[in-house]
């Protein structure tokens, strides 16, 4: 089983950015993908982004197209989700989360389609 931690969540204004950050261990010669999710209170989870572990390929929503990226340091296991002019309705706990290879379809973009979870970041974008 994979275990995911994130960092980098914190308090920044609109316009600002923030960088997450998401190690794994455990079992990542499974992982297929790394995907990352946001919810905000009373809110479903939301996809924002994944990121192919194998050939570094990424999706994103229209909500979050042109400001989020994501990369990875495979010789770290680690997956970045680059946040670039936030707005408030940003705002919202972050968490990533990896699909493993055979249990997922060839792009997850569903909570479902995902695995193993981390612990959730929380980021807050000020107006």
């Known amino acids: 089983q994979v275990q995911l931690v994130e960092s980098g969540g914190g308090y920044v204004q609109a316009g600002g950015s923030l960088r997450l950050s998401c190690a794994a261990s455990g079992g990542t010669f499974s992982m297929y993908a790394m995907g990352w999710f946001r919810q905000a209170p009373g809110k479903e989870r939301q996809f924002v982004g994944y990121i192919n572990w194998g050939t570094g390929s990424t999706y994103f929503p229209d909500s979050v197209k042109g400001r989020f990226t994501i990369s990875r340091d495979n010789a770290k296991n680690t997956a970045y989700l680059q946040m670039n002019s936030l707005k408030p309705e940003d705002t919202a706990a972050y968490y990533c989360?990896?699909?493993?290879?055979?249990?997922?379809?060839?792009?997850?973009?569903?909570?479902?389609?995902?695995?193993?979870w981390g612990q959730g970041t929380q980021v807050t974008v000020s107006s």
């Open positions: 989360a990896a699909a493993l290879i055979g249990r997922t379809t060839v792009l997850p973009r569903t909570a479902k389609e995902y695995d193993c």
